[in-house]
Structures are given as C-alpha cells and as structure tokens.
C-alpha cells in the first residue's frame, strides 16, 4: 500500500488514494477514462461523456433504467434525512398524535408499541425501545420532541452493531463482492453506486455483468461501467455466469485490480436454479482463489417491507451472506424495516439507497439513520 495517506476519507486513508494508478489500460470494451493516474471524483450526477462501444453501439445517454435526477448539491445527513422523509413522517405524525399534552403511561405506551410494529420496527425492537422509555420516563408528562429523540437513542443502539462500511481489503487484488438479491431489488444500481464511490476513492474496479439472464441487465452495467470510467467483463445473453464471473477474476488478478464487482441473475426459472447458479459462481471463483468472495452482498428493496426478512433468509440458505445493502429508502414509509432486519439477523449493513443517481448509496452510519428516522435534524 502506498505511504502517501489521501485526505479523502476513511477509505482514502486506507487504499493511499491512488489504486487506480498504475494499473494498465484493460483490454475489454470500455476503456477507463484516459490519462487518469488519480481518478478526480466527480462532481454529483455529472454524466462522463460516452464512450462509443462498438458492440453496443448508440446506448443512449442517459440510459432508460437509469434515470439522471437534477443535481441537488445537499450535505451527506440532508441526504438521508431527505432519503427517509417518507418513514420518519410517519412516524413523526404518529408520535406528534400520541404524545401531545399526554403521560408515558402503559396505554400510551401500547399505542406506541403498536405504531412502531406498524412503522416495521418488529415486534422485539418495538417493545424493546418502548420498555426502555418507560423505565426512564414512566408517569411523566413528555412532548412528542422527547419521544422522538429518546427513540432515535435507543434505535442508534440496535443499529450501531450492524453499521459497518464495505471495506475491500488492500491485500487482496482484487477484493472480490458478489452481488445478489431478487430481480428488480436494486443489484444493478448499487454496483453502479459502489464503483463511483471505490473509483472516486482511487480504486481501481472491474464490474462483471454476470445477469446473463436479461440482455438489458449486461447493458445498464455497461453503462454504468461507462459513467463510472470501469470496465465491465461482459458476454451476451444466456452465456454461463460462472464462466463469465471466472474470467473476470482473472483478467481482474491479472490487472491487479483493487475490486471486483460481480452482478448476478436474480429470478432463473426457479429457487433450485438460482441456487445452483450462486453456489457454481462461488465455487468457480474458488478455483482461482480460494478465498472469494471475499463479500457477498444481498441487496434488498425496502419498499418490500416485512418481506425483506424472508429474502434475507431465503438467500441465506442459498449462499455465505456477509452484508446487506437496502436501497429505495427513498421510496418507501418503510424505513423501520433496516431496524428489525438488524436486530433479527445481526448482519452487518454496508450502504443505503436514497435515489436512483450515482450519489445516492450513502455508507450506512447508525445514529444519521436513526435521527432520519424520527425526523431530527
Ligand atoms: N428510488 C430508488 N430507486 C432505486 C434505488 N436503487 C435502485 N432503484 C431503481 O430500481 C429499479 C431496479 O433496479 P436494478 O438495479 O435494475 O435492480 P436489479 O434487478 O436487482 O439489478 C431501477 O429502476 C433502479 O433505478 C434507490 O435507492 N432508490
Ligand atoms: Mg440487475
């Protein structure tokens, strides 16, 4: 690694901000962006100018799937708070109804209970949170402000333990994440988010497009691939991901890329399929080193709600889930799913999706989310 420490964050301070030096030109469809010794991060949702390809010619920019929003210059916490608006204004309207003018008494503290478990805490977050106000402020009278805040405390220490930042270890090139979750939960997007946030860090990555089940999917990586200045290991529709994902951790050790991130089908014609698909990825990657992946990421789409506990536990069964990202957190009043699923499996929860733009994976922080969650600044 080298000794010159970036100043741009923890990731920054980790990889010496310069992975992506000197690494060779790769010899795939789309080159990285040229004279790059240090990539500059991009300014929020700026769109690098495409690179033709010649075997997609004409991809349109931008992309159908991935849709541009308007450049909103916001700090990091606006964001997440803007990201969560739905939940928390929920749960702040329902706080607001409970408590006003009211004692923490136990039939107020049951309708509490109640609309935490409807706000989709669980049930064990949701009596834990509320028992804990009770020994602290049992007959007296408390403002809706009070309640707010004493939950955003109590629901940071059910996520602190799980709130742990996707670092790709420096030693091994590349640090191989693979990527899985049901079609449509958000894969795609989040490998696009992840490699603006590793390249604008300076790290060299390769994304493998191994959803050969759809050819639109191979494509909006590509573009991705192209936004983001990675090369994208891809081959047509129907082609074996397991081949695919081998030769991409090959050309990938052969670059020494820092990172590898490979996309996978997330509907084949049934859950036996799938599961011989991830487990036949994971075994071929093996072959090459026997240590990947070194990630598994499951991608779940908050806006499934209590859904998302079954796909967490479905994917289990089918492969060694390491770290979960939850996207359309800006789409949903759902929110409250990320704290039970916390507090249900005890997995480590990497990144959020807060919109559809390049910007929008923030790494996931216990307190910001907790206080997004109950409105608080
Ligand atoms: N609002 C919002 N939309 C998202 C987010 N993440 C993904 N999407 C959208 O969800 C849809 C499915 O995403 P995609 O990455 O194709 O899912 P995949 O099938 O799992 O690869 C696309 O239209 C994405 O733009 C997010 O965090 N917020
Ligand atoms: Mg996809």
């Known amino acids: 690694m080298s000794e010159q420490t970036a100043k741009k964050g923890w990731l920054g301070r980790l990889f010496g901000g310069n992975g992506g030096g000197d690494i060779p030109t790769p010899p795939t469809e789309i080159p990285p962006p040229p004279d790059n010794p240090v990539a500059p991060p991009l300014p929020p949702d700026v769109v690098p100018p495409t690179q033709p390809t010649p075997d997609i010619p004409g991809v349109p920019q931008p992309h159908p ?3 541009v929003p308007p450049s909103q210059p916001s700090s990091w916490f606006k964001r997440i708070s803007q990201g969560l608006s739905r939940s928390s204004s929920r749960l702040t309207q329902g706080i607001t109804d409970l408590f006003t003018k009211r004692k923490l008494d136990d039939e107020a503290l049951e309708e509490l209970e109640e609309l935490l478990i409807t706000a989709d805490l669980g049930v064990a977050t949701a009596s834990r949170v509320t028992a804990h106000l009770a020994k602290s402020r049992f007959a007296q009278e408390v403002t809706p402000e009070e309640v707010r805040g004493a939950l ?9 333990p799980v709130a742990r930042p996707l670092i790709p270890d420096p030693e091994r090139k590349p640090h191989v994440v693979l990527v899985v979750g049901v079609n449509g939960s958000g894969k795609t997007t989040t490998i696009g988010k992840l490699a603006k946030y590793f390249r604008d860090q300076g790290l060299a990555v390769t994304l493998a497009a191994g959803d050969t089940f ?11 691939g192209e936004r983001t200045g990675c090369p994208v290991i891809a081959r047509g529709q129907g082609a074996d991901a397991a081949g695919l994902a081998f030769d991409a951790l090959r050309e990938a050790q052969r670059r020494q890329d820092d990172l590898l991130l490979i996309d996978t089908a997330g ?3 049934n859950k036996s399929d799938l599961m011989a698909e991830l487990q ?11 240590s990947a992946p070194h990630d598994v990421l499951l991608v779940l789409d908050a806006t499934v709600g209590q859904n998302a506990h079954s796909q967490v536990e479905i994917f289990r069964e089918m492969t060694e889930v390491s770290g979960l990202v939850l996207t359309k957190l800006d789409g949903t009043a759902r929110g409250g799913v990320l704290v039970a699923l916390a507090e249900k499996f005890k997995l480590p929860v990497h990144a959020i999706g807060v919109g559809e ?3 929008d994976l923030r790494p996931f922080e216990a307190m910001a989310f907790a206080r997004g969650l109950l409105g608080l600044e």
Do not use: M, S, T
């Not at 036949?280 to 026997?290: P, S, T």
């Open 65 to 67: 799937e991935i849709p």
């Open 214 to 224: 759809r050819a639109a999917a191979v494509e909006q990586l590509k573009v991705w």
């Open 280 to 290: 036949k990825i994971v075994r071929v990657l093996r072959k090459h080193d026997a």
């Open 152 to 160: 955003a405390d109590e629901i940071a220490e059910v996520l602190a």
């Open 357 to 359: 733009g390049a910007d």
């Open 267 to 269: 509907r084949l014609q």
